[in-house]
């Protein structure tokens, strides 16, 4: 560049003038007065109940509000994932976002180049919007993070692990006090240990998801883990009792098993409802059967309790 501001300037006046302006026209397009600016954003929230997300990015000073002279480019962590070029109107996607697309291709030219993401491409991170319009550009980086909307609060998530817990923990209270104290066929100890541990199985897989997990369908599945198993507990129950009790059709056994029963549509029945709304608006309905639930297994563990003491 230095070499070439030389030669002009040595053969005279106007030749220098003119380089001299053009040199002006050059800082004034590459300094800051000539770039793009963007209305300010902190940061851009991805919320799990909603189907994608739009990240902002509006440019405010474009003077020719044309969208053939304007290309935009984002990025995430400086990798180029997404291109639209006005001129021909073409828009390229990296591979893994293939459903990233301009949220509004009409308002571009007036300067909305935000762009909208299915929430199950988005990835958290920092996204930059570049846009240029003829020789002007400009950038804007943002992060984009979590909100705070989830399909389960942690507290309705924690209150369902509890009793589903509570309810295993009564029903190997009770197993406990069978194998212990009563004589029982081995085929009939497999059954009831067996059940026992496939519940816990399920227990565990569906916290970690119900907890864990980002997006909604899998914490729905999280949930259906815990909920739809649990009917394991009633016959495991009915079979606990019927050792115990003689009359093998008593009062308690049909009691314990009705009142289970219903613990345990209902428990379904939430479920089913919070399927449909996110975020789930039934969970007390989930939370209440699965405390029916514990509550009977508490009522079969005292029964049994009792039983022994006064039966010594
Ligand atoms: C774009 O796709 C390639 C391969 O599909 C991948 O390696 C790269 O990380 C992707 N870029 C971004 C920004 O995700
Ligand atoms: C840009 O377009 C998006 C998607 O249509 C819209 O949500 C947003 O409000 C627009 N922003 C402006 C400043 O027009
Ligand atoms: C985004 O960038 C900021 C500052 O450069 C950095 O502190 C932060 O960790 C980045 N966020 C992510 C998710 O990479």
């Known amino acids: 560049m230095g070499g070439g501001r030389r030669l002009p300037a040595a053969k005279g006046g106007s030749g220098m003038w003119t380089l001299g302006a053009a040199w002006l026209l050059l800082g004034a397009a590459c300094s800051g007065s000539a770039q793009l600016t963007f209305a300010a954003t902190k940061s851009a929230e991805l919320y799990v109940c909603r189907e994608t997300v739009t990240l902002p990015c509006i440019v405010t000073n474009l003077q020719m509000k044309n969208i053939k002279a304007?290309?935009?480019?984002?990025?995430?962590?400086?990798k180029e994932f997404f291109t639209f070029e006005g001129l021909t109107r073409t828009t390229h996607t990296n591979e893994s976002f293939s459903t990233a697309k301009l949220a509004s291709e009409e308002t571009l030219s007036q300067g909305n180049a935000s762009l909208s993401i299915s929430i199950y491409q988005a990835i958290p991170g920092n996204y930059s919007c570049e846009v240029t319009e003829s020789n002007r550009e400009g950038e804007i980086v943002m992060p984009l993070i979590y909100g705070p909307e989830k399909w389960f609060t942690k507290g309705e998530s924690s209150l369902v692990i509890v009793f589903l817990v509570l309810a295993i923990l009564f029903y190997w209270s009770q197993l406990g006090i069978i194998l212990l104290k009563y004589k029982i066929t081995l085929l009939k100890k497999v059954c009831l240990i067996s059940g026992g541990l496939i519940i816990i199985i399920f227990a565990i897989a569906g916290s970690v998801l119900l907890v864990s997990a980002v997006y909604v369908p899998k914490n729905q599945i999280g949930l259906g883990i815990i909920v739809i198993p649990a009917v394991i507990l009633v016959p495991l129950q009915y079979f606990v009792l019927q050792t115990v009790l003689e009359e093998k059709r008593s009062l308690i056994v049909i009691g314990v098993i009705v009142l289970k029963s219903i613990g345990y549509?209902?428990?379904?029945?939430?479920?089913?409802?919070c399927l449909g709304a996110c975020p789930s608006k039934s969970s007390a309905i989930v939370i209440a059967g699965l405390t029916i639930m514990a509550l009977i297994e508490a009522v079969g563990l005292i029964y049994l309790i009792f039983r022994g003491l006064t039966n010594e």
Do not use: H, R, Y
């Open 70 to 78: 304007m290309f935009v480019k984002w990025k995430l962590e400086k």
């Open 265 to 273: 549509l209902i428990a379904v029945i939430g479920f089913a409802l």
